[in-house]
């Protein structure tokens, strides 16, 4: 099938990326993100970006605002979310590879956003294949969250930073290896590889993961590491992390 990657101009367009939301994440309606703030991202400097089918269907969507901490603009990326039947098929490297060209467009050269620690393959999305940064974690960020993916455990999260001129990101998006493959790490955090039937089959046993990962991260960003890796290994997977410099 081959997909349009657009702007959603029309309030319909909008609506849709609202049910997107619930379909995706089974978010509740106090959850998602209504259409009125995807209509005023469009006055603001912001932007959604729908994922459509030929016959016009919104089947995934990214949506950014603008930020400004440290005395720089950057963009927020708010959600990226693609319908698990057209999943695997490159839609979401696509939205945000439109989001960042649109962003480079305005002057901006930063993008972030949050994930879950625990989701690997979240994790080597944005850090092996977008070629993304990590040097914030911030626990339980949302509260309880009713999402399926979330239930059980804190909405911890780690944050995000995608340098869009980065050398790495340039690698990362061209489909190279954003870390060289021989450097040493200056250390390792391991995650399991699928959180989710763990919480499911043994949820002490998650949360008392997720208090580990929480703990490790505090202590590598604290000596001032930044998350510039991610490999899966059987069972397991695993966050690499070298110095930085500010």
């Excluded at 005395?71 to 939205?95: K, M, P, Q, T």
């Excluded at 989710?196 to 089959?201: M, R, W």
Aim: proline residues 5%.
């Amino acid at each position: 099938m081959n997909y349009i990657i657009r702007p959603c101009t029309t309030r319909d367009e909008l609506a849709a990326c609202v049910t997107l939301q619930k379909q995706i994440w089974d978010y509740s309606d106090l959850e998602v993100y209504p259409a009125r703030l995807f209509v005023n991202l469009g006055h603001i400097g912001g932007h959604v970006l729908g994922a459509f089918t030929p016959a016009g269907r919104a089947v995934g969507f990214v949506a950014s605002m603008p930020a400004w901490r440290g005395g720089r603009n950057y963009y927020h990326s708010l959600s990226l979310g693609v319908l698990s039947a057209h999943e695997n098929r490159g839609l979401g490297r696509a939205l945000k590879l439109e989001q960042r060209r649109l962003a480079l467009r305005a002057g901006i050269d930063r993008i972030e956003w949050t994930f879950d620690p625990l989701r690997a393959k979240n994790a080597f999305f944005n850090i092996e294949r977008l070629g993304a940064v990590c040097r914030r974690y911030i626990a339980d960020h949302y509260g309880s969250v009713e999402s399926r993916f979330q239930k059980g455990l804190p909405s911890d999260r780690l944050v995000a930073e995608w340098w869009l001129r980065s050398p790495r990101v340039r690698r990362a998006i061209s489909g190279k290896p954003p870390r060289p493959l021989r450097r040493r790490p200056a250390a390792e955090i391991a995650i399991p590889v699928d959180i989710e039937s763990l919480k499911k089959a043994h949820a002490e046993q998650a949360r008392g993961a997720q208090t580990k990962v929480r703990e490790q991260f505090a202590d590598c960003f604290a000596q001032k590491l930044e998350i510039t890796g991610f490999v899966i290994e059987g069972p397991t997977a695993k966050y690499l992390l070298d110095h930085y410099e500010d």
